[in-house]
């Protein structure tokens, strides 16, 4: 079956960064386009970020020059490096598997909390 395991969360202070990864396994990993998501609390769930399986990548407007997304066919990660964090980024962050422009799989989620 398809997994997904998310890892890099944490507390940060604004201004700072962290680097999500997240291994996929169960799947031809280079074949799917990639997504992260984030859910905050209050807020509908959103997207953050895809790389296709061609390495195109797409942003929400608010992440746009703070957010990188990139992936290792290799060893079957995705990662998600986040930049000049803002309070307003705390969330749950998800990988998902994408088909068709839509998430298929999620990982369990992973905390990115950015208070001081």
């Given at each position: 079956q398809v997994q997904?395991?998310?890892s890099g969360g944490g507390l940060v202070q604004p201004g700072g960064s962290l680097r999500l990864s997240c291994v996929v396994s169960g799947i031809i990993f280079s074949t799917?386009?990639?997504?992260w998501y984030r859910q905050a609390p209050g807020k509908q769930r959103e997207l953050v970020a895809r790389i296709t399986s061609g390495g195109s990548t797409n942003y929400v407007d608010s992440v746009k020059?703070?957010?990188?997304?990139?992936?290792?066919n290799a060893k079957?990660?995705?990662?998600l490096q986040m930049n000049s964090l803002k309070p307003e980024d705390t969330a749950v962050y998800?990988?998902?598997?994408?088909?068709f422009g839509s998430p298929q799989h999620w990982g369990q989620g992973t905390q990115v909390t950015v208070s001081s």
């Open positions: 997904l395991v998310e799917y386009d990639m997504g020059g703070r957010f990188t997304i990139s992936r290792d079957n990660m995705v990662f998800y990988c998902t598997v994408e088909f």
